[in-house]
């Protein structure tokens, strides 16, 4: 009776979801990193886990976590240091089973606008923004090369430069879509790694 | 002797409004002023490309419907390019908004708000790569 007794007091004293303060330092870092400031919860992570013993569950998590931040920041496919404990294990497994598929290059996207409007969406396989993107430049390409001809002098530079904005701004149209179906690809195959390194949170 | 004193109060009624109306419309004018000074002025129409954006969403925005299918809509889109950009930068970005949205409405998951299907692509999933460095 007086076991049950003081096993019911724990129960009840002790709150369910009180955390050590290793956990705590883990999940503000995965917290300011859910809100972008990457550089500030890697260095988080690793100021914390070189306070805490070698071989200590949250030390080995805190490693994890940085070196994946590390790798989502830079985009990198492979791990940036040898897998040293079970969480980067299993990471590792993970990047040797799960292949990311290879990202476009956004400055090859920008060249290909750069030689035909649209053509670099065209590149991205965006065939309705490469078709936009063509009706947006050509017809004020047509109209600067006809006044041109007629030597319209002040109209043509007029023309000119509204050309110039809109071809320019196609141009970084295929660069800016490029880097962003590259970033979203990258957390398609990062978000599940991240979990299969059995890291709790959602750093994202 | 009425008459005499109901002269010198109108002239002395006019003196003190011509003399002192000035000063008084003065110090009202600027206390209005300084009163402005509790928040930093940021009118909506305090830049060109601002105006252009309040002259669209108040004034043509109303008479040609909804017709932006994104959310954030078009004109919020392109005041806050313009607010975190140069305005080269913010027109390209507004430019590449308007090529894209239809292919990513068609590619993309949207969401229904009031029955029709609208895409949620707002500035930081498009300049990401801008800010980081």
């Known amino acids: 009776m007086p076991f049950i007794f003081f096993a019911l007091l724990l129960f009840f004293a002790v709150p369910a979801h009180a955390e050590e303060p290793s956990a705590q330092v883990y999940h503000t870092a995965i917290g300011m990193a859910a809100q972008g400031k990457t550089a500030e919860a890697v260095a988080a992570l690793q100021a914390a886990s070189a306070m805490l013993p070698a071989q200590n569950m949250w030390q080995q998590r805190m490693i994890t976590a940085a070196m994946l931040l590390q790798m989502k920041q830079q985009q990198l496919h492979s791990l940036p240091a040898l897998a040293s404990n079970s969480n980067l294990l299993l990471a590792d497994a993970y990047i040797r089973t799960h292949p990311a598929t290879s990202p476009h290059n956004p400055w090859f996207a920008g060249s290909l606008g750069t030689l035909f409007p649209g053509a670099g969406h065209a590149w991205l396989g965006r065939w309705h923004d490469a078709r936009m993107a063509a009706i947006l430049v050509i017809p004020m390409l047509l109209l600067t090369l006809w006044a041109a001809r007629r030597q319209m002098g002040p109209v043509t530079l007029f023309f000119a430069a509204i050309t110039l904005w809109l071809w320019s701004g196609t141009i970084f149209s295929a660069i800016s879509l490029s880097q962003r179906e590259n970033m979203e690809a990258y957390m398609q195959w990062w978000q599940p790694m991240w979990q299969a390194a059995a890291l709790s949170g959602q750093p994202w | ?133």
């Open chain 2, 1 to 133: 002797m009425v008459a005499t004193d109901v002269a010198g109060s109108r002239t002395l009624g006019a003196t003190v409004v011509k003399q002192w109306l000035p000063y008084y419309l003065g110090l009202a004018l600027l206390s209005g002023a300084a009163s402005l000074l509790y928040a930093p002025l940021s009118l909506p129409t305090s830049t060109p490309q601002n105006f252009a954006i309040h002259f669209y969403q108040h004034a043509i925005g109303k008479l040609d419907g909804r017709s932006c299918p994104a959310y954030p809509v078009c004109s919020v889109y392109a005041r806050e390019a313009f607010n975190h950009h140069t305005p080269l930068i913010a027109s390209w970005l507004i430019i590449d908004r308007l090529i894209h949205e239809a292919d990513d409405l068609k590619h993309e998951q949207g969401f229904l708000f009031e029955g029709e299907p609208r895409l949620y692509d707002p500035l930081q999933r498009n300049d990401f790569w801008l800010t980081e460095k």
